[in-house]
């Protein structure tokens, strides 16, 4: 009988916050990783990576704009993402940002396990966006002022 409230237990939502927090924080992180080496990549990289994302939108005017931007996405947006500050907004731009490379991997015609991540984030931060940054982030902070 334990086990099974163990398993059914409805949490406080203390418990629900902390783990709003934690996962957060953790897709924060995850997400500056991997927007970091496209930082660093610079010009070059930033063509190479802009014409890639727009190539399935069919967009070819400056390239370099559009891979910083991209880069910029992850990468800052990671670090937002980690403090929760403007999650909805960064989310929605995440949000954008896996569209295009969901699209861009199904265009190349790769495997559902390679885009199938790109396309779980989508939902992911689709969740941040309704929910925001919860009680514990610099939103909450801000919006409590």
Known sequence: MNFLKLLFFQPTDYQIQITLTFLRIILGILTIGHGLPKIKDGKNGWKNLGTAIMFPLN???VPTMWGFLGAATEFFGGILL?????????????IIMMSIATAWHIQKRD???????????????????????????????????
């Open 59 to 61: 967009v070819k005017f």
């Open 111 to 145: 495997a559902f396990m390679i885009y199938s991540f790109p396309l779980t984030l989508i939902f992911v931060y689709l969740a941040f966006l309704i929910i925001g940054g919860g009680n514990y982030s610099l939103d909450s902070y801000f919006n409590n002022m």
């Open 82 to 94: 980690a403090l929760g500050l403007f999650t909805r907004i960064e989310c929605f731009c995440l």
